[in-house]
């Protein structure tokens, strides 16, 4: 007969934190957000770690190189996602592996020829103010000028107008030559009152971008990930279908760690991953499994000793209809306090902490710092991150408001890439897992991160903790009502606007 579990799945609503003693020492700006992302031993006890406990999902619509990039920058990771290609997949982590800070490539560009109507039109649609004019209105061309939201008025000047009657020509542009150091192009920036700096080749052709707003942000975020090299980090998502070609050219690539992007990872499947790739690797490579929602489950992938973080986390995900789809999956709360206890008891047994990932289903910050509290080291989350300006997809306007489009990798249109990918098996999909949505834009990576890194301080502070592992030792929880739950909001009081949180629907 089926096993019945006494407990309930639960939710991270569910709960709140009961405050602890706040030190009078304690700063807000001395906090420590680093997690680990790989497995701690006696014999090794540095290994890779994030400076701030995020990393972004393993999806089409979130882990691209932009937001890697802009990920990076704020000292978390993405896991490029591996419903692509392999070479297409390599060649956004060569791009990251490659990016240097403050560089930027140029994302709308216009040529002298086109009207200021158009101008208009992509500084709608990109969001820039700032616009390089080149030869043939490409990031490459040979660089004519700059034409900025400043140059002409919408309603006073004629649209039909060329931009090259408008913008700044070059000879009157302050650029800087490929091979310039950030500090020189910044310095430039700095003397001339500029906001943006182009950078040119040798012979001419726009090579990049140096922004005012990127040195302010720096300056803000000096949680950067960088390697050895001083090259940002990023992770990629593996699969259990195609690890024994796609690993190796993810680590050629530089890759700085892997996970399986797997619904359910309590599998012989991964665990054959998992062998193959220690064997051809070695235990340097950090790499993630899951997903698991139970003891069962993390004691099946931490006893092989080849794991370094596990991801925790069925059904949970906001696109996700597995547990409709399926009857499979646990509430998020539920599974993490399970596991997390699991990994406790499995550190206190053998001296080896295996950093956990609480993935899918957090939809504001409360819930972050709730998994945080309840002894996840990190999380993993997609629509938090679709929906930044830096995800890959494009905006959509719908009814005066700015969208972007957000679909599960259990969807049909995340799974079509195999059909076009040579070698994959094109399996047929019966039933999705996942939906196609859109979500508010809310702002760019380091806005939105700054908002809840901020609140998870904050909590912090509450609890008299200095880092996450205080946090999770000394937190106290206590499960609320539902009436609690009714009397958490507002009460009897009509409210004129609201606080920015990116949860549009709470
Ligand atoms: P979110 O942060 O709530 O949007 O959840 C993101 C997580 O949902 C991912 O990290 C995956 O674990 C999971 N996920 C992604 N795509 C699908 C899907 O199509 N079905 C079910 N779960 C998914």
Same mark, same amino acid.
């Given at each position: 007969?089926?096993?019945?579990?006494?407990?309930? !799945?639960? =939710?991270?609503?569910?709960?709140?934190?009961?405050?602890?003693?706040?030190?009078?020492?304690?700063?807000?700006?001395?906090?420590?957000? %680093?997690?680990?992302?790989?497995?701690?031993?006696?014999?090794?006890?540095?290994?890779?770690?994030?400076?701030?406990?995020?990393?972004?999902?393993?999806?089409?619509?979130?882990?691209?190189?932009?937001?890697?990039?802009?990920? *990076?920058?704020?000292?978390?990771?993405?896991?490029?996602?591996?419903?692509?290609?392999?070479?297409?997949?390599?060649?956004?982590?060569?791009? @990251?592996?490659?990016?240097?800070?403050?560089?930027? =490539?140029?994302?709308?560009?216009?040529?002298?020829? *086109?009207?200021?109507?158009?101008?208009?039109?992509?500084?709608?649609?990109?969001?820039?103010?700032?616009?390089? @004019?080149? /030869?043939?209105?490409?990031?490459?061309?040979?660089?004519?000028?700059?034409?900025?939201?400043?140059?002409? #008025?919408?309603?006073?000047?004629?649209?039909?107008?060329?931009?090259?009657?408008?913008?700044?020509?070059? !000879?009157?542009?302050?650029?800087?030559?490929?091979?310039?150091?950030?500090?020189?192009?910044?310095?430039?920036? &700095?003397?001339?009152?500029?906001?943006?700096?182009?950078?040119?080749?040798?012979?001419?052709?726009?090579?990049?971008?140096?922004?005012?707003?990127?040195?302010?942000?720096?300056?803000? &975020?000096?949680?950067?990930?960088?390697? /050895?090299?001083?090259?940002?980090?990023?992770?990629?998502?593996?699969?259990?279908?195609?690890?024994?070609?796609?690993?190796?050219?993810?680590?050629?690539?530089?890759? /700085?760690?892997?996970?399986?992007? %797997?619904?359910?990872?309590?599998?012989?499947?991964?665990?054959?991953?998992?062998?193959?790739?220690?064997?051809?690797?070695?235990?340097?490579?950090?790499?993630?499994?899951?997903?698991?929602?139970?003891?069962?489950?993390?004691?099946?992938?931490?006893?092989?000793?080849?794991?370094?973080?596990?991801?925790?986390?069925?059904?949970?995900?906001?696109?996700?209809?597995?547990?409709?789809?399926?009857?499979?999956?646990?509430?998020?709360?539920?599974?993490?306090?399970? +596991?997390?206890?699991?990994?406790?008891?499995?550190?206190?047994?053998?001296?080896?902490?295996?950093?956990?990932?609480?993935?899918?289903?957090?939809?504001?910050?409360?819930?972050? @710092?709730?998994?945080?509290?309840?002894?996840?080291?990190?999380?993993?989350?997609?629509?938090?991150?679709?929906?930044?300006?830096?995800?890959? =997809?494009?905006?959509?306007?719908?009814?005066?408001?700015?969208?972007?489009?957000?679909?599960?990798?259990?969807?049909?249109?995340?799974?079509? #890439?195999?059909?076009?990918?040579?070698?994959?098996?094109?399996?047929?999909?019966?039933?999705?897992?996942?939906?196609?949505?859109?979500?508010?834009?809310?702002?760019?990576? !380091?806005?939105?991160?700054?908002? =809840?890194? &901020?609140?998870?301080?904050?909590?912090?502070?509450?609890?008299?903790?200095?880092?996450?592992?205080?946090?999770?030792?000394?937190? +106290?929880?206590?499960? +609320?009502?539902?009436?609690?739950? +009714?009397?958490?909001?507002?009460?009897?009081?009509?409210?004129?606007?609201?606080?920015?949180?990116?949860?549009?629907?709470?």
């Amino acid at each position: 007969m089926a096993r019945m579990l006494e407990d309930t !799945s639960r =939710t991270f609503a569910e709960y709140l934190l009961i405050p602890r003693l706040t030190r009078r020492d304690q700063r807000i700006d001395q906090i420590d957000l %680093s997690a680990p992302l790989s497995r701690i031993t006696p014999e090794k006890p540095l290994g890779l770690s994030i400076n701030i406990p995020v990393v972004s999902a393993c999806m089409q619509a979130v882990s691209g190189t932009d937001l890697a990039i802009a990920l *990076a920058r704020q000292g978390g990771l993405s896991m490029i996602f591996c419903s692509q290609s392999i070479e297409s997949q390599v060649a956004m982590v060569q791009k @990251v592996k490659a990016h240097k800070a403050g560089f930027v =490539t140029s994302g709308a560009n216009i040529k002298p020829d *086109a009207p200021l109507q158009a101008v208009l039109s992509l500084m709608n649609e990109s969001g820039h103010s700032t616009i390089p @004019v080149t /030869d043939d209105g490409t990031s490459e061309g040979m660089f004519l000028g700059l034409i900025t939201d400043q140059d002409f #008025w919408e309603f006073e000047d004629d649209l039909t107008n060329l931009v090259s009657e408008h913008m700044t020509p070059k !000879s009157e542009v302050i650029f800087g030559t490929e091979g310039i150091s950030l500090r020189e192009a910044n310095r430039l920036l &700095h003397k001339n009152k500029k906001d943006c700096l182009p950078i040119l080749t040798q012979t001419g052709e726009l090579a990049a971008l140096v922004f005012k707003k990127d040195y302010v942000d720096h300056q803000k &975020h000096p949680l950067e990930l960088l390697d /050895d090299g001083k090259r940002l980090r990023v992770g990629a998502a593996i699969n259990t279908h195609d690890y024994r070609e796609r690993v190796p050219a993810l680590i050629d690539a530089g890759v /700085d760690a892997v996970c399986f992007d %797997s619904s359910d990872g309590f599998t012989e499947f991964q665990m054959d991953g998992l062998v193959w790739i220690r064997d051809h690797y070695g235990p340097e490579l950090v790499i993630g499994g899951g997903n698991v929602v139970s003891a069962e489950g993390f004691d099946y992938l931490a006893s092989s000793g080849l794991v370094d973080f596990i991801k925790v986390g069925i059904g949970g995900g906001s696109i996700c209809i597995t547990r409709e789809q399926k009857g499979v999956g646990r509430g998020q709360a539920s599974a993490l306090l399970e +596991v997390v206890a699991r990994r406790d008891a499995y550190f206190e047994e053998t001296g080896i902490y295996i950093p956990i990932c609480s993935d899918g289903g957090l939809s504001n910050d409360t819930q972050i @710092v709730m998994a945080l509290a309840m002894g996840a080291d990190f999380v993993m989350m997609g629509r938090y991150f679709a929906m930044t300006e830096e995800s890959p =997809t494009s905006k959509v306007s719908i009814n005066g408001q700015m969208y972007k489009p957000y679909w599960g990798e259990g969807t049909a249109r995340a799974q079509n #890439w195999q059909r076009y990918s040579e070698g994959m098996s094109s399996r047929k999909m019966v039933f999705e897992e996942g939906v196609d949505a859109f979500v508010p834009l809310v702002g760019s990576v !380091s806005e939105v991160l700054e908002t =809840t890194l &901020h609140k998870l301080k904050s909590t912090m502070m509450n609890l008299g903790s200095d880092d996450l592992a205080q946090f999770r030792d000394q937190a +106290v929880i206590t499960q +609320v009502s539902e009436q609690s739950i +009714v009397e958490a909001g507002t009460a009897n009081v009509f409210k004129f606007g609201r606080n920015r949180d990116f949860d549009e629907s709470d």
